[in-house]
């Protein structure tokens, strides 16, 4: 393959995805070579360590989950960053909540500030809900599934942010009552959200 159709290829790759990985190149036989050139010629523009994007490539305000999902394929933005994403926190977390596999690596770089958690079976891949963010497939948990990892990580992120999550997503009708039970019990917090769910709070009918 010419560096002409090296370049060509690469741009295409920009095109499709939004956002190109160095490595992907380096798997798919093309050097970092025709990558560093493109970018010289301004075809291209390095946006973190190892992610490119084409220069006219608008990049929304959420672009920071983009960047780390093209670096984590496998991880699931959790917690408090998905109560952000879902409108279920106001202000944004200070860091970056995500869930890879309990043998996965976790992305490297220094930005954004990331906090990591571990899980498994059930807990890493019920309610994963897929977004597009610049171009990037990106994996979230769904207001549901978010709202039972608040309970069960309630010591982390305090049981006034669960509580308040839960209430929240009842009144706003974000999610039904069998939706919360079914992902409170694969969370294997059911009996700590039980007193919550059967309180006085306006319950969603379910769907």
């Keep these: 393959m010419s560096p002409a159709t090296q370049a060509t290829q690469v ?13 992907d190149l380096t798997e798919a036989g093309i050097p970092r070579a025709t990558l560093m050139r493109l970018v010289r010629a301004g075809r291209l523009k390095q946006i973190a360590r190892g992610l490119y994007a084409l220069p006219a ?10 960047e780390l999902a ?6 699931v933005f ?18 970056v909540w ?37 171009g990037v497939t990106v994996r979230i948990y769904s207001v549901a599934k978010t709202v039972a990892d608040c309970f069960k990580f309630r010591d982390r992120i305090g049981l006034d942010v669960a509580v308040k999550a839960l209430r929240t997503c009842r009144r706003e009708r974000r999610a039904s009552d069998a939706e919360l039970r079914h992902c409170a019990q694969r969370c294997r917090v059911l009996g700590v959200m039980r007193p919550y769910l059967d309180g006085c709070v306006p ?4 769907r």
């Design 98 to 134: 995500l869930a890879i596999p309990n043998k996965a690596r976790a992305p490297r770089g220094d930005a954004p500030p990331l906090r990591v958690l571990r899980f498994s079976g059930p807990a890493l891949t019920e309610g994963v809900e897929r977004y597009v963010i610049d």
């Design 78 to 95: 959790c917690l408090l960053t998905a109560l952000h994403f879902h409108g279920l926190l106001r202000r944004p977390p200070d860091e």
């Design 11 to 23: 741009l295409r790759i920009a095109e499709q995805r939004g956002l190109v990985r160095s490595r």
């Design 203 to 206: 319950a969603a009918p379910d």
């Design 57 to 66: 490539q608008p990049l929304s305000r959420q672009h920071t989950l983009a």
């Design 70 to 75: 093209a670096r984590s394929s496998r991880g």
